[in-house]
């Protein structure tokens, strides 16, 4: 008798618990799904977006191994033939400004293949990740994923501050040759030796806010042709790290410029490596 009702009492307690996780969580879901009709307003108006159409694909870990640096890649798929005008890519959850990044595309984007773009995040809470491409003819398609990860934008340095930004600036681009020869794109990297201090990280020594210092602005161009401008905040995680495709063209040179929010500038440079 006792242990049944041991079980019974375990059995109640459970769901209350589980109950009381379901109002927790309410109402920061709430707040999400309050927060995206704002979001989509404020940085398209009232275009009409659609989703999940294929025409773009968003990839993000199952398991988030750490919320300060989480893989993201967003996919054009090969069947979208259309010139590429802008992608913006949200955290709906994240404080601050929402929208992590925006591309602008030029006209050595490319068309055709598959061309895709790669970087890591911040998650501050969970969250929906969302994907916005803009086509040439100004069409908006919209993919969306969910990020379980938290406590990215605010974790505590692991290092001194001062050795963060020590080489701070240094920049590595380096370009890849596609598989097959007759593809229409290359593969870039750009990796850029910068602390992205976003203003909520802690100095483990001073116990008091690291100020806020990040990559704002980069630009890549391919052989003088613009490929994209990048415009980001300070979720983009430390030490940014940015894949992307471009265009093949004549040379296929990269060249690089950054602007951090401090108004310091780095460029960079690379000529073809191989793959």
């Known amino acids: 008798m006792s242990y049944a009702l041991n079980s019974l009492t375990r059995s109640f307690g459970s769901a209350a618990l589980a109950g009381c996780l379901v109002l927790a969580a309410a109402p920061s879901l709430y707040a999400e799904e309050a927060m995206w009709p704002f979001l989509k307003e404020q940085a398209f108006g009232d275009r ?15 398991k988030v191994e750490d919320a300060a640096l989480v893989p993201l890649t967003v996919r054009i798929p090969p069947h979208v033939k259309d010139k590429l005008k802008s992608l913006s890519i949200f955290i709906d959850n994240n404080p601050g400004d929402p929208q992590v990044a925006k591309l602008t595309y030029g006209p050595a984007a490319g068309t055709g293949g598959e061309r895709n773009f790669s970087t890591r995040v911040r998650v501050d809470n969970f969250s929906h990740a969302r994907a916005v491409l803009e086509l040439e003819d100004g069409s908006l398609h919209m993919t969306t994923k969910f990020l379980s990860a938290a406590g990215g934008c605010a974790a505590m340095q692991a290092k001194d501050p001062e050795a963060d930004v020590a080489g701070m600036g240094k920049t590595v681009v380096r370009t890849f040759q596609p598989a097959l020869r007759s593809s229409p794109v290359w593969s870039g990297q750009v990796m ?3 602390p ?57 040179d990269l060249d690089v410029k950054i602007v951090d929010t401090d108004g310091t500038k780095f460029s960079g440079r690379t000529q073809p490596s191989g793959s």
Request: aromatic content about 10%.
């Open 192 to 194: 850029i030796k910068h």
């Open 196 to 252: 992205n201090h976003n203003g909520m990280q802690l100095d483990i020594n001073t116990s008091e806010f690291i100020p806020a210092q990040y990559v704002k602005e980069m630009t890549v161009e391919r052989d003088g042709e613009l490929v994209f401008k990048l415009d980001s905040t300070f979720s983009i995680s430390t030490n940014p790290n940015f894949r992307f495709t471009f265009g093949k063209g004549e040379k296929n």
């Open 48 to 62: 009409p977006i659609q989703e999940e159409t294929g025409m773009v694909v968003l990839e993000t870990p199952a």
